[in-house]
Every structure is written in C-alpha cells, then in structure tokens.
C-alpha cells in the first residue's frame, strides 16, 4: 500500500489569505476559483472572456494545476461583475486603490486528503502535522518552487542547490 496524495483536485485544496483592502480606486478585485487548471491558463481565460491586455491583470502568486484553488486577482479598471467557465469562476468583491501582488499573500491555508495512508505510520503524522499546525513550513516545495525541466533540460533550481546563486 503506497500513500497517494492528490488522486483528486479535491484532495487538494489551497486558499490565499490576505489582509488586502478594499476601497475606492481603478482596481476590480476578485476572487478566483479554480479546478484542475494552472493560474496561468485561468489568467489567459479571463483575458480572453473580457478581451483584456495581460498588463490589465495582477495576481499574487501560481497556484497548483492538479487541485481546487482560491487565490485574489486584481483587474485594473475590471468589469464590475462575475466571470464564469466550466473550470474556474471569478467573482467580484470590490475595488482597490492597488494592484495586488504576492507582498499581499499573508499566509496559504491548504487542505490535503492522503489516501492509501498505512495505518501504522497515522500517529507519527499527527504529531508532526501538529507541529506543521503550530510552525508552519517554508514556502519552497515541489516543483512550483523548484521548477521542472526547461528547454536546457536542466531543472531551474539545480545551480541553486549546488551553490550557484547568481544563475
């Protein structure tokens, strides 16, 4: 029995949170729900649906592909209205007086389903899922943060780990 982890995109789920503001200004903020589909791709979606510039719209940070995602996007001088597609919705909350960019990320809430968990390993993940719960973990992990094989064919952060911070 082998541990599967995001069998589904309901297996894994991430939220943004933020202390962002609303108020007046030239900014339409939303907030973007997604399923199975990369920002990038829900980016150009929207783009395209409300014939926008890319330069229109800000978004915080990626999110993952292969899950149910909530992340806050801003539209300068963006429709005061909802957009919707079969995999992803956007949903007006208001104006702002700035674009938002990831300094506006407070924290990322996840929620994970393991399945095919082993029985016997099930104490030792609760001790230390509350030491997640009470420390958190740093925000590099898998390829979102490590990148994947590029048109080098070398993964972007391999000069990084082998002591190369200037590549």
Not at 28 to 56: C, D, F, H
Request: with cysteine; hydrophobic share 40%.
């Amino acid at each position: 029995m082998s541990l599967k982890l995001k069998s589904r995109p309901e297996d894994f789920e991430v939220e943004e949170l933020t202390d962002f503001r609303l108020g007046d200004g030239p900014f339409g903020v939303y907030l973007l729900t997604k399923r199975s589909m990369g920002t990038p791709e829900a980016i150009t979606a929207i783009q395209q649906g409300w014939n926008l510039s890319r330069q229109q719209i800000s978004y915080g940070g990626l999110k993952d592909k292969h899950a149910v995602t909530r992340q806050w996007v801003t539209i300068h001088r963006g429709p005061r209205r909802n957009f919707e597609q079969a995999s992803l919705s956007l949903i007006y909350q208001g104006q702002a007086r700035a674009a938002f960019t990831p300094h506006d990320i407070t924290a990322n809430r996840f929620a994970i389903v393991l399945r095919n968990l082993d029985p016997a390993v099930v104490p030792a993940m609760i001790e230390t899922a509350s030491l997640v719960a009470r420390d958190g973990v740093p925000n590099y992990f898998d390829d979102q943060r490590f990148g994947s094989l590029g048109a080098s064919r070398q993964f972007v952060a391999q000069p990084w780990c082998l002591g190369d911070y200037e590549r």
